[in-house]
């Protein structure tokens, strides 16, 4: 997927930055927050469509399903759809 637009974004020296408000107006629109996915190389910034108690509940419900689903007995049941590097 290719983005539509890609924008710089200048980092002042408090680490803060200003979204260019035509952007705000074509993307935010009302949302007052966005998500910031880290990754090692890269940041991802999305606007929160949801409610704090959706975006709580999911991030309780990642960790709780980790718990049944993050184990070696789930990797082996899955391991027939892993993608083969050989």
């Known amino acids: 997927?290719?983005?539509?637009?890609i924008i710089t974004i200048t980092v002042n020296f408090e680490g803060?930055?200003?979204?260019?408000?035509t952007f705000?107006?074509?993307?935010l629109k009302d949302q007052k927050e966005v998500a910031v996915l880290v990754h090692d190389?890269?940041?991802?910034?999305?606007?929160?469509?949801?409610?704090?108690?959706e975006f709580d509940c999911a991030i309780a419900?990642?960790?709780?399903?980790?718990?049944f689903w993050d184990t070696p007995e789930e990797d082996e049941a899955w391991q027939h759809l892993q993608k083969q590097t050989n």
Do not use: C, G, N, V
């Not at 705000?24 to 993307?27: L, M």
């Not at 190389?41 to 108690?53: A, M, Q, V």
């Not at 419900?61 to 718990?67: F, G, H, I, N, T």
């Open 61 to 67: 419900s990642e960790k709780s399903l980790a718990e």
């Open 16 to 21: 803060k930055i200003t979204i260019p408000q």
């Open 1 to 5: 997927m290719y983005p539509k637009e």
């Open 24 to 27: 705000i107006e074509s993307w």
């Open 41 to 53: 190389d890269h940041l991802e910034i999305y606007p929160i469509r949801f409610s704090d108690e």
